[in-house]
């Protein structure tokens, strides 16, 4: 998508559509909407003004009215998309107003696109611009990757159309569309089917992009795994033909940056690119979307693309954990015994809970490379969409300090995450008879809390923050901002949580 930025007047901006917002200004628990334009621009107004009049358009969330040849503008359509109630309108809805812009478009054939900034008090102009163009990456994308009649329908020209310091607005203009992108690059790894996207694949594609953003990266197989001792990440691989990968990213500040002493913020993912449960095997019905098991991973890795391009200043490690999870004569068993690389043993509970035995041992390498922070991203567990749906991930930690940051990012990256509890009453749920603990609780009860705990017991006392994003990693139906399918999730978060302890 070619991006530009302008001051130009709306009403002589040339393209196929021209986008404004509009919030419905009503107060009152039954008062009639009062739908307001968000722009001083005089010939907008006029243009809109008997749409408005007429009562049809209420500028409810995401409501959408169209009109063709506006009077006294240079655009071909006008398009207005409401925010909602005055009092709801924030920069998230204006991130998801932009993604609609851009569904909205699509199916109709229009490649050239203009959203203009909203005028508000209350919609600062620099994170709107951000958003916006987060917004119209985000929408632009479309999961029908193999479909033999795939029509590309992608957005060729956006243009945001700004008011105010240009220089602050071509910053945000800037990182909205990293992080449009890298967001985009995570959700392609998603997408992928396991035979297109093996552990081998995925470290393939994860050092071209490293190559092309300037992150170093290095790949390592089976070998490297037994000579760190990685016997929980092993032991998940044993039972597949595909050999195992474990990827480690690493970006450097610029020279002099990174102070002796600071931070290094170690970013884990799971990458589990095809889950069938073991010898624990899933049931038939859904088993073909465990292919997004590794959304965490690729979380990670759209994480550690935008850290390259936005040069935080911190040292920051990106790790994933790459495996799949096979049932075969050679795969491990239920009551199984492994050591993980921090020589803790682990009795084997369940097959299917094994995406926590590969993040135990990629916590315990990011520690060895240095890492003073931790923060791990999977689809760990049914568990935790059992208790929050698929609206909020939930997110768990060692130290409320670290999480403080985290929660204070989440202002800026709109996603929505919950925090629950893994308080040290817990672990009594996992301690095992035979091993130092079990890879499940001893009940159903909690499920997504005894697999943070368990994960707990590798950050030791490193400060860390586990988010189990199972419900929130793939849509299951098309909202209309957003395609059906993968969204992403944790990555705007995690590059928050990271650009918070630059100095």
Same mark, same amino acid.
């Given at each position: 998508?070619k991006?530009?930025?302008t001051?130009k007047p709306?009403?002589?901006t040339?393209?196929?559509l021209?986008?404004?917002f509009?919030?419905?200004?009503?107060?009152?628990?039954?008062?009639t909407?009062e739908?307001t334009?968000?722009?001083?621009?005089?010939?907008?107004?006029?243009?809109?003004?008997?749409?408005?009049?007429s009562?049809?358009?209420?500028?409810?969330a995401?409501e959408t009215?169209?009109?063709h040849?506006?009077?006294?503008?240079a655009?071909?359509?006008l398009l207005?998309?409401?925010?909602?109630?005055?009092?709801?309108?924030?920069?998230?809805?204006?991130?998801?107003?932009?993604g609609t812009?851009?569904?909205?478009?699509?199916?109709?054939?229009?490649?050239?696109?203009?959203?203009?900034?909203?005028e @508000? #008090?209350?919609?600062?102009? =620099?994170?709107c *611009?951000r958003?916006?163009?987060?917004? $119209?990456?985000v929408?632009?994308?479309? %999961?029908?990757?193999?479909?033999?009649?795939?029509?590309?329908?992608?957005?060729?020209?956006?243009?945001v159309?700004?008011t105010?310091?240009?220089?602050?607005? @071509? #910053?945000?203009f800037?990182? =909205?569309?990293? *992080?449009g992108?890298?967001?985009n690059f $995570?959700?392609?790894?998603?997408?992928e %089917?396991?035979?297109k996207l093996?552990?081998?694949?995925?470290?393939?594609?994860?050092?071209?992009?490293?190559?092309?953003?300037?992150?170093?990266c290095?790949v390592?197989?089976?070998?490297?795994?037994?000579?760190l001792?990685?016997?929980a990440f092993?032991s998940?691989t044993?039972?597949?033909?595909?050999p195992?990968?474990?990827?480690?990213m690493?970006?450097?500040?610029?020279k002099g940056g990174?102070?002796?002493?600071?931070?290094?913020?170690?970013?884990?993912?799971?990458?589990?690119?095809?889950d069938?449960?073991?010898?624990?095997i899933k049931?038939?019905?859904?088993?073909?979307k465990?292919?997004?098991?590794?959304?965490?991973g690729?979380?990670?890795a759209?994480?550690?693309?935008?850290?390259?391009l936005?040069?935080?200043?911190?040292?920051?490690i990106?790790?994933i954990?790459a495996?799949?999870?096979?049932?075969?004569?050679?795969?491990?068993?239920?009551?199984d015994?492994?050591?993980?690389m921090?020589?803790?043993?682990?009795?084997?509970?369940?097959?299917?809970?094994?995406?926590?035995?590969?993040?135990a041992?990629?916590?315990?390498y990011?520690?060895q490379?240095g890492?003073?922070?931790?923060?791990?991203?999977?689809?760990?567990?049914?568990?935790?969409?059992?208790?929050?749906?698929?609206i909020?991930?939930?997110?768990?930690t060692n130290?409320?300090?670290?999480?403080?940051k985290?929660k204070?990012g989440l202002?800026?990256?709109?996603?929505?995450f919950w925090?629950?509890?893994?308080?040290?009453?817990?672990?009594?749920?996992?301690?095992?008879?035979?091993?130092?603990?079990?890879?499940?609780?001893?009940s159903?009860?909690g499920?997504a809390i005894?697999a943070?705990?368990?994960?707990?017991e590798f950050?030791?006392?490193?400060p860390w923050?586990?988010?189990?994003?199972a419900?929130?990693?793939?849509?299951?139906?098309a909202k209309?901002?957003?395609?059906?399918g993968?969204?992403?999730?944790?990555?705007?978060?995690?590059?928050?949580w990271v650009?918070?302890y630059?100095?």
């Amino acid at each position: 998508m070619k991006t530009e930025l302008t001051t130009k007047p709306l009403s002589k901006t040339k393209t196929e559509l021209l986008t404004i917002f509009a919030q419905d200004n009503a107060t009152g628990k039954h008062a009639t909407p009062e739908p307001t334009l968000l722009t001083k621009d005089s010939a907008v107004l006029a243009a809109a003004a008997e749409l408005l009049r007429s009562g049809e358009f209420k500028a409810c969330a995401m409501e959408t009215a169209l009109l063709h040849a506006p009077q006294g503008l240079a655009a071909k359509r006008l398009l207005l998309i409401g925010l909602g109630k005055a009092t709801k309108a924030t920069v998230h809805e204006v991130r998801k107003g932009a993604g609609t812009a851009v569904r909205f478009a699509k199916p109709r054939n229009l490649t050239e696109l203009a959203i203009a900034t909203p005028e @508000s #008090a209350l919609l600062p102009p =620099g994170p709107c *611009i951000r958003a916006i163009v987060e917004g $119209a990456f985000v929408g632009d994308f479309d %999961p029908d990757t193999y479909r033999s009649d795939r029509e590309d329908k992608s957005i060729r020209d956006l243009t945001v159309v700004a008011t105010g310091d240009s220089k602050a607005a @071509s #910053a945000a203009f800037d990182e =909205g569309k990293i *992080i449009g992108e890298s967001q985009n690059f $995570a959700r392609e790894l998603v997408n992928e %089917p396991g035979n297109k996207l093996t552990p081998t694949i995925f470290g393939k594609r994860v050092g071209k992009m490293a190559k092309q953003v300037g992150l170093d990266c290095e790949v390592y197989g089976e070998k490297k795994l037994r000579e760190l001792g990685m016997g929980a990440f092993l032991s998940v691989t044993q039972g597949s033909d595909e050999p195992p990968a474990l990827i480690v990213m690493t970006y450097e500040p610029k020279k002099g940056g990174h102070k002796k002493g600071g931070p290094v913020l170690g970013l884990v993912g799971k990458g589990i690119t095809f889950d069938t449960g073991g010898i624990s095997i899933k049931p038939a019905d859904g088993m073909e979307k465990m292919k997004y098991d590794m959304a965490g991973g690729a979380a990670m890795a759209g994480a550690m693309r935008a850290i390259a391009l936005l040069k935080p200043n911190v040292k920051v490690i990106g790790i994933i954990c790459a495996a799949e999870n096979m049932p075969s004569g050679k795969a491990q068993k239920p009551g199984d015994i492994q050591t993980a690389m921090s020589g803790k043993t682990i009795e084997i509970m369940n097959t299917d809970a094994e995406g926590r035995l590969v993040l135990a041992d990629g916590l315990a390498y990011a520690k060895q490379l240095g890492a003073t922070h931790l923060i791990d991203a999977a689809t760990l567990t049914g568990a935790c969409v059992v208790a929050l749906g698929m609206i909020n991930a939930g997110m768990f930690t060692n130290d409320e300090a670290t999480l403080a940051k985290f929660k204070e990012g989440l202002k800026v990256s709109g996603e929505k995450f919950w925090e629950l509890p893994a308080e040290d009453e817990y672990r009594e749920h996992i301690k095992s008879s035979i091993a130092d603990i079990m890879n499940t609780g001893d009940s159903r009860w909690g499920g997504a809390i005894t697999a943070a705990m368990f994960l707990k017991e590798f950050a030791e006392d490193t400060p860390w923050i586990h988010l189990d994003i199972a419900g929130c990693a793939w849509m299951e139906a098309a909202k209309p901002w957003i395609a059906k399918g993968p969204t992403g999730i944790a990555m705007r978060s995690i590059l928050e949580w990271v650009k918070s302890y630059a100095s």
